[in-house]
């Protein structure tokens, strides 16, 4: 059963019941943060139809803000995943946000930070951006997201595909 917190119209920010900031990074509590909001089952977060033009919309953007406003980090609202990347790329610097390597990325998640990776569509559709999650000593990199597919964990090929993100993380 979905949570009330997280009914209600997707373009409102939510305030989820576990908060995270700087001074309480914690893999655990970075988990905790991220499977609250019930990725995989919360219509919040389900792709669907919302412009009325028969192609149904996926929410990567409104899932890693919520997840990034519940971690204490900036990101802002009503912006798509191309908007979220450039201005990760852009502003975002001057907002504590950097840009890292996979293999930096990956020791970041491993130690509770906030790390979004993310991908620019320089053809003009839809972008894509995710949360990292920690990797528990497994290969590879691993995020939650929504998107074509929601999941609460997963590889970062199962989200991506053969696409190269780029990672952002706020420390």
């Given at each position: 059963m979905t949570p009330s917190w997280l009914?209600?119209?997707?373009?409102?920010?939510?305030?989820?019941?576990?908060?995270g900031n700087a001074a309480s990074r914690s893999t655990t509590l970075l988990e905790l943060i991220v499977?609250?909001?019930?990725v995989e089952t919360a219509g919040r977060y389900a792709r669907r139809d919302v412009t009325g033009d028969g192609i149904p919309e996926t929410f990567c953007n409104v899932f890693a803000r919520d997840c990034c406003r519940a971690l204490g980090v900036p990101l802002p609202e009503g912006m798509t995943a191309n908007q979220l990347v450039n201005w990760l790329s852009t502003v975002g610097r001057s907002r504590g946000w950097e840009q890292v390597e996979l293999h930096?990325?990956?020791a970041m998640v491993d130690e509770g930070q906030v790390v979004v990776p993310g991908w620019f569509n320089r053809n003009g559709g839809s972008g894509h951006i995710a949360i990292g999650k920690p990797t528990h000593g497994e290969a590879g990199f691993h995020i939650a997201q929504a998107g074509r597919t929601n999941f609460a964990r997963g590889l970062l090929a199962r989200g991506f595909g053969d696409l190269q993100p780029t990672f952002f993380a706020h420390p």
């Amino acid at each position: 059963m979905t949570p009330s917190w997280l009914d209600g119209d997707w373009r409102a920010p939510v305030t989820a019941p576990f908060q995270g900031n700087a001074a309480s990074r914690s893999t655990t509590l970075l988990e905790l943060i991220v499977n609250q909001h019930q990725v995989e089952t919360a219509g919040r977060y389900a792709r669907r139809d919302v412009t009325g033009d028969g192609i149904p919309e996926t929410f990567c953007n409104v899932f890693a803000r919520d997840c990034c406003r519940a971690l204490g980090v900036p990101l802002p609202e009503g912006m798509t995943a191309n908007q979220l990347v450039n201005w990760l790329s852009t502003v975002g610097r001057s907002r504590g946000w950097e840009q890292v390597e996979l293999h930096v990325a990956r020791a970041m998640v491993d130690e509770g930070q906030v790390v979004v990776p993310g991908w620019f569509n320089r053809n003009g559709g839809s972008g894509h951006i995710a949360i990292g999650k920690p990797t528990h000593g497994e290969a590879g990199f691993h995020i939650a997201q929504a998107g074509r597919t929601n999941f609460a964990r997963g590889l970062l090929a199962r989200g991506f595909g053969d696409l190269q993100p780029t990672f952002f993380a706020h420390p």
